[in-house]
């Protein structure tokens, strides 16, 4: 009999590509390779970092439907992976009831279907659908930098154990926000950094060591490791760069990493080195994202290289979100009627927020431009273009 573990093992080797149903992702992804253009894989790793409100829990609420929901019924197509999603709500923030009106919404498609050879879908067919899509998500909510790596290093033992889970591969590992306990991590690392240069020693200690974002990274990469899923981690936009990005008629911000350590592929001025268009990178038969499984004799857990963080993982893709555009309310509104419920729902339609988004990819000067709408029960993408 084969092991189970051997089998997700040659299925982490070789990845299968993911279409993300975002299509300037998916367009950006495919271009990068134009003899064989391919979606996301499996072991990427793609940050998406941003501003508060800028649109980066709505961009994870997208996967996450589209890693969970099936990818047909009875010949429509519904565009998902049928695969396990799991969730690290570090905010505390996440909806399930928002979660699953967008599943609904996907899945309405089913009831406008023109093929009249196909069986009519019922209420309880789309009920029965949905509440399979629900199963497959897993949210934990760690309280730390401390619990959150503790639960990402234990959670292979949860996919191989829990009853709802073990029979499904884990397709997305998605963390929201790596950033909510930065200013608590801050204060240990300066704690650190203050004892450790009181202390009688020749020998400095780096602060890295002290940094909780280290177990983080090796926790993460552990995951990739050993289940190999597409990972995605929203990122705060805190520090804006000194050279935006200049997109012909506005320039857009970027903004430099402070979690440390941890991935910065932008941070550094090799990409002013490239040429026009793209620099070709040595394929690598796994990801991408540098190794999913670790070398021979090396422990998943344990950091490995020279350099000075020590990284396990690179970014893939990198996403930057802005600031939402958001339709103005009409002027005839008052404040109270705007914040309660006393107006007629004849005089306020659903409010509707824009966002705009920048998809860049490490060793590539290729930069995709988008924008999607987000309404109360969907989120819509619009046209990519390429700058």
Same mark, same amino acid.
């Given at each position: 009999?084969?092991?189970?573990?051997?089998?997700?093992?040659?299925?982490?080797?070789?990845?299968?590509?993911?279409?993300?149903?975002?299509?300037?992702?998916?367009?950006?992804?495919? %271009?990068?390779?134009?003899?064989?253009?391919?979606?996301?894989?499996?072991?990427?790793?793609?940050?998406?970092?941003?501003?508060?409100? %800028?649109?980066?829990?709505?961009?994870?609420?997208?996967?996450?439907?589209?890693?969970?929901?099936?990818?047909?019924?009875?010949?429509?197509?519904?565009?998902?992976?049928?695969?396990?999603?799991?969730? +690290?709500?570090?905010?505390?923030?996440?909806?399930?009831?928002?979660?699953?009106? +967008?599943?609904?919404?996907?899945?309405?498609?089913?009831?406008?279907?023109?093929?009249?050879?196909?069986?009519a879908?019922?209420?309880?067919?789309?009920?029965d659908?949905?509440?399979?899509?629900?199963?497959?998500?897993?949210?934990?909510?760690? %309280?730390?930098?401390?619990?959150?790596?503790?639960?990402?290093?234990?959670?292979?033992?949860?996919?191989?154990?829990?009853?709802?889970?073990?029979?499904?591969?884990?397709?997305? +590992?998605?963390i929201?926000?790596?950033?909510?306990?930065?200013?608590?991590?801050?204060?240990?690392?300066e704690?650190?950094?203050?004892t450790?240069?009181?202390?009688?020693?020749?020998?400095?200690?780096?602060?890295?060591?002290? %940094?909780?974002?280290?177990?983080?990274?090796?926790?993460?990469?552990?995951?990739?490791?050993?289940?190999?899923?597409?990972?995605?981690?929203?990122?705060?936009?805190?520090?804006?760069?000194k050279?935006?990005?200049?997109?012909?008629?506005?320039?857009?911000?970027?903004?430099?990493?402070?979690?440390?350590?941890?991935?910065?592929?932008?941070?550094?001025?090799?990409?002013?080195?490239?040429?026009?268009?793209?620099?070709?990178?040595?394929?690598?038969?796994?990801?991408?994202?540098?190794?999913?499984? $670790?070398?021979?004799?090396?422990?998943?857990?344990?950091?490995?290289?020279?350099?000075?963080?020590?990284?396990?993982?690179?970014?893939?893709h990198?996403?930057?979100?802005?600031p939402?555009?958001?339709?103005?309310?009409?002027?005839? +509104?008052?404040?109270?009627?705007?914040?309660?419920?006393?107006?007629?729902?004849?005089?306020?339609?659903?409010?509707?927020?824009?966002?705009?988004?920048?998809?860049?990819? $490490?060793?590539?000067?290729?930069?995709?431009?988008?924008?999607?709408?987000?309404?109360?029960?969907?989120i819509?993408?619009?046209?990519?273009?390429?700058?």
């Amino acid at each position: 009999m084969i092991h189970v573990s051997f089998l997700l093992l040659i299925d982490i080797m070789v990845p299968s590509p993911l279409g993300s149903s975002i299509p300037a992702l998916d367009d950006h992804v495919s %271009s990068l390779n134009s003899q064989q253009p391919t979606p996301l894989r499996r072991g990427d790793v793609v940050e998406i970092q941003g501003p508060a409100a %800028s649109g980066k829990s709505h961009l994870l609420y997208h996967l996450l439907t589209t890693c969970v929901l099936p990818v047909a019924h009875h010949s429509v197509c519904i565009g998902g992976w049928e695969c396990a999603a799991v969730l +690290l709500d570090t905010d505390g923030k996440f909806n399930i009831k928002r979660f699953r009106r +967008l599943l609904t919404s996907r899945l309405s498609k089913l009831r406008v279907t023109q093929d009249t050879a196909l069986p009519a879908v019922d209420d309880q067919t789309l009920e029965d659908i949905l509440g399979l899509c629900l199963s497959r998500l897993h949210v934990f909510r760690p %309280s730390s930098s401390a619990q959150l790596a503790a639960t990402l290093v234990h959670l292979p033992d949860y996919h191989s154990t829990h009853p709802s889970l073990r029979s499904h591969e884990i397709g997305l +590992l998605a963390i929201d926000s790596l950033s909510a306990f930065y200013w608590g991590d801050r204060f240990l690392v300066e704690q650190w950094r203050t004892t450790s240069g009181n202390a009688a020693s020749t020998t400095p200690i780096p602060t890295e060591l002290a %940094s909780p974002m280290r177990h983080v990274v090796a926790a993460v990469q552990r995951v990739r490791a050993l289940r190999g899923p597409l990972t995605v981690l929203t990122n705060w936009g805190l520090n804006p760069s000194k050279r935006p990005a200049d997109l012909g008629e506005q320039a857009y911000p970027l903004y430099k990493q402070h979690l440390h350590p941890f991935p910065a592929p932008f941070d550094t001025t090799v990409a002013t080195a490239l040429p026009p268009r793209i620099r070709p990178v040595p394929a690598q038969p796994q990801t991408s994202a540098g190794p999913v499984c $670790p070398t021979e004799g090396q422990d998943a857990f344990e950091p490995s290289g020279s350099s000075e963080t020590r990284q396990l993982f690179s970014i893939t893709h990198h996403i930057t979100l802005y600031p939402s555009l958001a339709e103005p309310y009409p002027a005839s +509104l008052t404040l109270s009627e705007i914040k309660g419920d006393s107006h007629p729902s004849s005089v306020i339609a659903p409010h509707t927020v824009t966002h705009q988004g920048l998809v860049r990819t $490490p060793a590539s000067v290729l930069a995709t431009r988008f924008a999607f709408r987000v309404t109360e029960d969907d989120i819509v993408f619009e046209p990519s273009a390429e700058v």
